[in-house]
């Protein structure tokens, strides 16, 4: 705890002395003469914020984002509480000196919240924020509700001088503006180093783009670049990584991948059955993404019982030995509907960053899944074929490698369905917008039905020709 202080102790006094690498050894005199006091004050002060100031444990951090003409406003509201290296001064009772400490939070906004964060125009870097207005307010005030209020706060009367309130139950707000070419230009931010303002720091931001609907964006601690307007490329090479990475994280998916894999091991054999896996979970995630999913508590658990279950089939019908090509891709259908919507679990807070590209960005994503997929494929294949031939018998290396598999899912199914158990299943009322989504869903379940028969009518009759082919031939 004393170190992280330290730490950032130090990194604010080298912003607020304006340290930095220099070509000269040597300071100015106006120099020293202009950083002397706010090093002082500081030093002075550190000991007893290191003692006194403790890290909070739970920060949100609201904003506003707002490109008007050449200028571009940030209004930024952060619990004065996060301010660590900064000692307000108190009056008597213990009660924070609103007119001692308005001269503090210009500085206080500047160290703490605009040099951790960068903003971008098309990519390039804006340089830093003037501070317009900085404001105290109750932990009770609402005004950053829209962001007419917060402006009208933030141009309005300060607090009322004669206000008794300690520093720690106040919040800070603050308007910045950065010189910008043009509204319509692309913005981004990257705020690096917000998560230092608390133990868990959850920021909620709101872009206002001219003439368009408010964005809004919810992401907690560090969540890197966020491209507030996104191109669809961008958006599309940005959900490429996150399908890419999900697959390769999501334990349940991948063995359940594997079991595909144990009794097929040849890519010829295995196209039909992923080709089913893909097609099944995009249209649940699509769906779900579309707001077509149930929304009640109770889903989720449920989602994540049921793909243990699909496990657990997958890896007792490689036990039984009685699957083939035709059987496991209808299978492998149906439990791809329900890993689409464990995908859309995944994929609902990244939503927010699709921009208006929705379907571009979820077409990526599954993208980004099938690439996962093929790397796992392209490295279950061989180490399966080596463990087969050199290691143990075909049969009796897949009723073991099987059954191991299905142990871990068992757990997953039990400890699943005890959570799931802890809800309480309410039927949906009977209104006019359930029977329509009921409608529809028993259209796409139609829809579906029909192409699953249609692809199986397709292979017999193929399978059919080249079995009589192979006839002809022999004859």
Known sequence: MVKYYTRFGIEAASKILGAGRKSSAMLTRSTLVRAFPAALTLLLALPRVTAAHEIPRDVTIQTFVKPEGQRLRLLVRVPLVAMRDINFPEKEGGYLDLEAAHALLADAATVWISDFIQVYEDDTRLPKPR????????QS?????SYGQALAHLTGPDLALETNVVWNQTILDVLFEYPIQSDRS??????DGWWRLGLRVLTVLRFLPPGGAVRAFEFPEDPGLVRLDPRWYQA?????????????????HLLFLFCLVIPFRRFGSLIPIVTSFTVAHSITLIASAYNLAPDALWFPPLIETLIAMSILYMALENIAGASTVHRRWMITFGFGLVHGFGFSFALRQTLQFAGTHMLTSLLSFNLGVELGQLLVLVLLIPMLEGLFRFVVAERMGTIIVSALVAHIAWHWMIDRGTVLSKYRFQWPALDAAFLASLLRWLMAIVVLAGLVWLVSVLGRLRAARNAQAEAEGTD
């Open 141 to 145: 005030d609402r005004s950053f509700a």
């Open 186 to 191: 692309r913005f981004s931010v990257n705020p």
């Open 236 to 252: 599309a090479l940005n959900f490429v990584h996150l399908g890419f990475l999900h697959i390769l994280e999501g334990t349940d």
């Open 131 to 138: 501070v317009m207005e900085t404001r105290l307010a109750l």
